[in-house]
């Protein structure tokens, strides 16, 4: 399809202004522009808010990657930070202490800890609160038509929303934003026929068809971007194999091997964009996948993977469409069943089983996010069968040890016995350590010396509840 086939309002976004990108900004997003930052400067600047924290770094078991690399950055909080991991870690000896291992809260400590973070959880609050409010505006039929474009959205946003909303505008709300979504998928895949795309690097004084399909894919990065993942290349280049990895004394060989794997599927997403029948075994659909490939600064490849991505947002926003048709024909029949009812004058007094509303259906998991999940489950297993050696144990015990989470996947995963008690003791001892450097800054910052001598021993230390992302 050429430009000046699209419909109006793609052909407006394609041929727009810069104006009209900022205009077209998710509103959700905009109101995370600065969270992170709040979030670090109460939670590690607030003394009264210290042991909120601690529990709440404890549960978690440390940070996200994205927040941990921010939280490496927070020098400026050395107070807060040593109150709150002096708190913590006093909370986390339990949970390491194998006799608690089936305590309900242990559990929910270990399995949660591959997708918890406080930093994401303290955002995730804002984005909802923001989102009802949004819904309740979108739901209102005085509101409905001024204040909130759909089109603005982006697609996590949306999603956020649509369970908000009042069930009698889904499915507009659900139509209307496919149609937002078709059209910025048209207006790239015009670009990429045409060949009009903007030159590398300049994506944002380039087309605004393709600024419009990236905000609408992947929203707006929360301060700066996501992190390049390039502070492990040292790392990778000393530990070509697990093994290696193991007796590393700078990082945790389970963060290595996924920052492995994500270099590997980094590099294949170009390759797999000369082959487009197997795209979509790489192409990213999350926003934390598809901005690193946007940051390759490759405005083609860029145009693919957005294209790819809307289309893969779309076939979910039908899908949804289909099961909320299928939930408005159940109350049909359901309605009509109680009008049969009515007619008799009595009630049955067994009813007849009606129909379940059908559940909307999971969002599908991006490539990206897919392949790191089984690098580190293969990674997992292959630490389990090396530490049943006794030379890789030894190995083990002298390299950095395991990271907070990457010790709750490994930990859950071992066989009763030696190796699990084994690993509980290593972990116990490496907190340990953490308690002596915490001590040594404590000393440090009350001697006023600005520059503590072992600062490096300090940054490994809170590596391990940041991983080394
Ligand atoms: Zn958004
Ligand atoms: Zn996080
Ligand atoms: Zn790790
Ligand atoms: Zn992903």
Redesign the pocket.
Known sequence: MIGNELPASAANVAYGTAAEIENSACPVCETLANIDAEYFARAFGESRRFAVTSEAVTDALGFCSRHGSTLLSQEHLPRGLVRVFRGAIPRLVPVLAEKYLYEDRVQQVLFGASSSCPACAYGNRAAARHARRLARQFSSPRDHAGCLRLDSLCVRHFQLLAGDFKPEVRLPAFTQYGDALDHAATATEDLLESGRLPGARRLEEGSVALHHALELIAGRPAQGQYPDGDALAEALQCCPTLVEGLVYPKA?P??LEVGRARRRWIHDVPVAAKFKQIAWLFFPTCPEHIWPVVQLGDPQLTAMVVTHALHVAIGQIYQQILTLVRAAEINEERAQEAARFARWGKRRRRRKKVAQEPAMPRLVRCPGCERLAVAEDHATKGLLDLLQERKYRNAFNRGYG??M??FAQVYLMAPKGMLRATLAEDQRARLNEFTRVLDEKVRAMHDNRMAVPKELSWTMALHRFC??A
């Open positions: 945790c389970l963060c395991l990271c989470k990457h991983g080394f």
